[in-house]
């Protein structure tokens, strides 16, 4: 078989193990998602239930960056503490990581199990006769047969290379130089989006005999390297507190496969030692498991150095915010008005203006469980300036769109317009909302003195959660155009009036048994997740314009 050949389908066992891996942590966010939230959100109390929290999560998305985003969002509303969001992506480092490991096992009786049982599932919810969740549990049985068989196909497409004489040559210079196999390995993570792919590929490779023993350490370094800086990139655009912890993720995992990787170069170990103590060649089942054993040992020291860490890059990243909020009192305006009669180009200039009112209205949203609790005159003032500058952004891109020529917009630029003159309107809504109702209930509640119930706090701000997600999903499907998000973000408007009616009929049994704080704060209980719920609507309902472009939304409801 040519080299090509081998590559083309070497590329394509990869392709199937990538979309394999979106499928089963597609239908495990979907079949459960809420529920390993909250099992998350609860265990992030102790450095060990957070650690295993996270590597549990980890564990069933088969994703440590998606866990990076749920605890993300949960830190930066203030719901979790920074050292426990620390602790916890690193335990999901490890799950992920121990991922790879059960899926090096030999499961191939299990394979042909899954497809038959996920298809048989699939077909049966599909046509009427099981549920949304039996559904979603179907695609991911599907999911993890297609990752195994991906794995066989990898390692099928990698044998023929033993008998190459490229790749031998190719990798005895990397065998010597392990600089350039850490920056490739972190390149090829970086390009995978995913560790868990970028081991199994790799793993698959050594188990061929395609790997010395001298590249196995440099190049487990490179993957960690890589999968560290995924989160970070992903999440830069959160406020200082939430970017707190891909930002020590990122210290802790990649610094500590740099200075792994300088260790190496320093010391300079024989191939002998290396061959002595890995094997003359190493297999796939011993990268993974010096992959664990990295990830194991990166959470225990994160354990120890969590609180020090997130006290320096609080420190270090409120001095950047303050410098970056001095120049962004002179930041300059994207909508160029030279850039009206290209109507591509103006649209461009008034979403990325768009993006600005997203991240006021985020911080916004994730000061209310404080002013709830400690209501400070300067935050509201603070807040409420944010809002006029909220109203005159809005203000801002509407005369912008409104002044693009119609006659030199396609179709395409037209409808796009309309979404982004809905989506500022509906932003705009939600400000208001937040400083003319959930404000102005913060400072009576103060000016009262009265508290919620325990319970009753708990409620909502397991609410305020829940929106604090959706608007990071709206937002995502709003600037990325992905439909599966906005589909998923339509189907979320259900969880949350579920959290609504639970939380009514708990705040009315509050009332009846007669508990004073229920009653104190009955009327702003109630009236605050209305709020919220309207607020999750408005949301909603920005994605609203893209779905019905693809036919996904009819009068009345979301089409399945």
Excluded at 31 to 49: I, T, Y
Excluded at 309 to 318: K, P
Excluded at 400 to 426: F, G, H
């Amino acid at each position: 078989m040519s080299a090509s050949l081998i590559l083309i389908e070497m590329a394509g066992a990869v392709a199937l193990l990538l979309w394999a891996t979106r499928l089963v942590q597609n239908g495990v966010q979907r079949a459960f998602g809420h529920v390993l939230k909250d099992v998350l959100r609860k265990a992030l109390g102790s450095p060990f239930g957070a650690a295993a929290a996270g590597a549990g999560l980890a564990m069933a998305l088969q994703s440590a960056t998606a866990v990076a985003v749920i605890v993300t969002g949960f830190v930066g509303a203030g719901f979790v503490s920074v050292v426990r969001g620390i602790t916890a992506l690193l335990g999901a480092d490890l799950g992920s990581a121990v991922v790879a490991l059960v899926l090096r096992l030999d499961l191939s009786l299990l394979m042909p199990v899954l497809l038959l049982v996920g298809l048989i599932l699939y077909r049966r919810a599909t046509g009427g006769q099981g549920t949304a969740r039996g559904k979603e549990i179907a695609k991911i049985l599907l999911g993890v047969g297609l990752i195994l068989l991906s794995l066989r196909l990898i390692g099928n497409a990698a044998a023929p290379l033993r008998d190459s004489a490229l790749l031998p040559a190719a990798l005895g210079f990397l065998a010597d130089d392990w600089l350039s196999a850490f920056l490739l390995a972190a390149l090829f993570t970086l390009l995978l989006h995913s560790s868990i792919a970028a081991v199994l590929v790799l793993a698959a490779m050594a188990q061929q005999g395609l790997m010395p023993s001298a590249l196995i350490l440099p190049l487990v370094l490179g993957v960690n390297a890589g999968a560290a800086i995924i989160p970070w990139y992903l999440m830069r655009g959160q406020d200082v507190l939430a970017r707190q912890v891909p930002l020590a993720n990122l210290v802790l995992r990649g610094g500590g496969a740099v200075l792994g990787l300088i260790v190496l170069l320093t010391l300079q170990p024989d191939p002998d030692e290396l061959a002595f103590l890995i094997g003359p060649e190493a297999d796939g089942a011993t990268f993974v498991i010096i992959h664990v054993a990295l990830n194991g040992a990166l959470l225990l020291a994160g354990m120890v150095l969590a609180t020090a860490l997130a006290r320096g890059l609080q420190l270090v990243l409120r001095q950047s915010a303050a410098s970056a909020n001095a120049s962004l009192e002179k930041r300059p305006s994207s909508l160029n008005e030279t850039d009206l009669g290209m109507p591509s180009v103006a649209l461009a200039n008034a979403q990325r203006e768009m993006t600005v009112i997203c991240g006021l209205i985020e911080s916004m949203l994730g000061h209310l469980p404080d002013l709830y609790n400690t209501p400070k005159p300067e935050v509201l003032t603070a807040l409420r300036e944010l809002d006029d500058e909220v109203d005159a952004l809005h203000t801002e891109i509407k005369l912008y769109v409104a002044r693009i020529p119609s006659d030199v917009m396609d179709i395409s630029e037209t409808a796009r317009a309309d979404e982004i003159l809905s989506a500022t309107i509906k932003l705009e809504q939600i400000s208001d909302i937040i400083t003319r109702n959930l404000l102005t209930k913060a400072e009576k509640k103060s000016g009262r003195g009265v508290h919620f119930s325990d319970e009753g706090w708990a409620e909502i701000t397991a609410i305020h959660a829940e929106v604090m997600i959706n608007a990071r999903r709206a937002y995502a499907a709003l600037f990325s155009g992905d439909i599966e998000m906005a589909r998923l973000l339509v189907r979320s408007k259900q969880h949350l009036r579920c959290l609504e009616q639970q939380s009514e009929a708990n705040h009315l049994s509050r009332l009846r048994a007669g508990d004073v704080q229920a009653r104190e704060t009955s009327t702003m209980h109630v009236d605050t997740i209305r709020d919220l719920k309207e607020i999750n609507s408005l949301f909603v309902a920005v994605t609203y314009p893209m779905l019905e472009r693809e036919g996904l939304l009819s009068s009345s409801r979301l089409v399945e």
